[in-house]
């Protein structure tokens, strides 16, 4: 199959979308990015890529980091860690009070904002103030790239303006679900979500998720492979928050999307893909990422299904 050809072809076909979607502003410092920008790398299990669109350009990865946070958290807890989080969908946006409310301070899953402060506690636990640096260490690893950093200034926006992760992390401590301190759990949590990477090394981090757990470029083992299905099922069906059901539906793969722009998804066995756009739909997923992925396996047939 011609990958570059049909990545091309996407490209030109999802132009007519970028009149659509809105950059997220809840967070000041994306609220200036420019909308009309599009990436999209693959990369293979033989570690062939295929680029399209300005795949050199970084972005916040936002909650893609959670997928790295939940690997982390679920090696280390297994599966004592669904004592407080669980792995449902939430049928309800990434930064909802109200289920969290009548369900006990326990979150859905880690792939809501909830959920994902709960992971980053558990890391805390370990690592205390260490955690940041082993989480982007990690990151690191996975992309086999030691240039990634994260973004101060994103950093410092969210921390500014992060009210609603505040009342999260302030509603599960007191259901005795968080056991760090509050200030030390958000400021890594918020610093992981600043992260900042282009689609290439997006789609090198994520290349262990698509074959069992294990980098096949470095053939380093990430995840033992029960684990690597475990993430791949919960991206299938939690990634994209109330827009979980409709991403599978249109999709048909396991993926994880940002508010930054950015969704990564995994054919199993085959690759990893990343693709890049900043606007979202109203769920808070990149509308034309999500359109290029329906282009994609609808063009190659490489859905799970
Ligand atoms: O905590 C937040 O709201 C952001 N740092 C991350 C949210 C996010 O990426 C949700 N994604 N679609």
Known sequence: MNYQNIINEIEDEIQVYFKE???????????????????????LLD???????????????????????F??????????????????????????LIQLEYENGIPRNPF?????????????????????????DFIRTSANDFTINYDKEVYSSELE?????????????????????????????????????????LANSMLFLANHGVNPITN????????????????LTCGHYDASGDFAYKVGLPGKSGVGGGIVAIVPGKMSICVYSPKLNKQGNSL??????????TKTGLSIF
Not at 74 to 89: A, T
Not at 177 to 200: A, G, H, P, R
């Open 21 to 43: 979607g809105k950059v997220a502003d809840y967070i000041p410092a994306l609220a200036h990015i420019n909308p009309n920008q599009f990436a999209m790398s693959i990369k």
């Open 47 to 69: 570690g062939t890529s295929f680029n399209v669109g300005n795949t050199q350009n970084k972005f916040s990865i936002q909650s893609i980091s959670k997928v790295f946070t």
């Open 71 to 96: 690997t982390l958290a679920l090696q280390l807890y297994g599966r004592s860690l669904y004592k407080r989080v669980g792995h449902e969908p939430s049928g309800d946006p990434f930064n909802s």
């Open 112 to 136: 809501i904002n909830a959920g994902a402060i709960v992971t980053t506690d558990t890391l805390l636990s370990k690592y205390q103030d260490k955690s940041f640096d082993y989480i982007l």
């Open 161 to 201: 303006h992060g009210f609603l992760n505040m009342a999260l992390i302030n509603m599960m401590k007191s259901y005795k679900n968080i056991n760090n301190d509050l200030e030390k759990v958000i400021q890594t949590y918020f610093k992981q979500c600043s992260i900042e990477m282009n689609t290439e090394q």
């Open 220 to 235: 380093k083992v990430l995840i033992n492979e029960a684990k690597a299905k475990r993430i791949n099922s919960l991206m």
């Open 288 to 297: 034309i990422g999500t359109k290029a992925l329906e282009l994609f396996t």
